[in-house]
Nanobody
Framework: QVQLVESGGGLVQAGGSLRLSCAASGRTLSNLVITWFPQAPGKEREFVAAIYWSGGNRYADSVKGRFAISRDFAKNTVSLQMNSLKPEDTAVYYC????????????????WGQGTQVTVSS
């Protein structure tokens, strides 16, 4: 089992930036994939970015060139740098974890954080 804690959400104007963090802990973090799923009001959780603990990442087309995902081994943390934010990026951002393979389907993940609110004003 992996425990995840998100932080870094907040209110920002359109065009601004935020950096989210997801701290992971558990018996072992090897072969772990960490993925970010924002959930806007009334919508399903939607894939935006994933990173393998060993390196390598994936992005949704909607965030390519704006968002960057990275990991810090020393802190067991994955970060999501969000630039050029748009009002449609407003959502609760959840990080999720699973072993070995990154997928874009929220139902494939069995470890979730509590979420952090991101609000982008126009």
């Amino acid at each position: 089992q992996v425990q995840l804690v998100e932080s870094g959400g907040g209110l920002v104007q359109a065009g601004g930036s935020l950096r989210l963090s997801c701290a992971a802990s558990g018996r072992t973090l090897s072969n772990l994939v960490i993925t970010w799923f924002p959930q806007a009001p009334g919508k399903e959780r939607e894939f935006v970015a994933a990173i393998y603990w060993s390196g390598g990442n994936r992005y949704a087309d909607s965030v390519k060139g704006r968002f960057a995902i990275s990991r810090d081994f020393a802190k067991n943390t994955v970060s999501l740098q969000m630039n050029s934010l748009k009002p449609e990026d407003t959502a609760v951002y959840y990080c999720a974890a699973r072993r070995n393979i990154a997928t874009m389907t929220a139902g494939d993940y069995d470890n979730w954080g509590q979420g952090t609110q991101v609000t982008v004003s126009s």
